[in-house]
């Protein structure tokens, strides 16, 4: 099971969306909307990786009973994603990622 060390809370509206790191480093895109909840591994926030030969979804999961869901609270999000979080794990939420200075 991959573990988190630091999450992120970039929308808390729909869709929900997170950006997380890896306790071994590696950035992820969380993001649920739609009933529909990803897992994407991307090099960092900013740079997109997509291409023809790269796969960066490591987990999803769907509901189909909730198809115009868009809001999920993470520990919901990572149960269903087989995520878990570190002990030490930091949480930022949605209110302190706008206050802060780098995400502009």
Do not use: K
Not at 3 to 16: F, G
Not at 61 to 79: C, K, M, N, S, V
């Amino acid at each position: 099971m991959t573990t988190l060390a630091r999450v992120v809370e970039t929308c808390q509206a729909c869709p929900s969306q997170w950006d997380a790191w890896t306790t071994e480093g590696q950035y992820l895109y969380l993001r649920y909307r739609f009933g529909h909840g990803s897992v994407e591994r991307h090099a960092n926030p900013d740079v997109n990786t997509w291409g023809d030969d790269y796969d960066p979804v490591i987990a999803e999961f769907h509901d189909p009973d909730q198809p115009y869901a868009g809001t999920i609270e993470l520990d919901e999000f990572l149960r269903r994603a087989e995520l878990q979080l570190a002990p030490d794990a930091e949480i930022v939420p949605w209110a302190e990622f706008l206050r802060s200075p780098d995400r502009w």
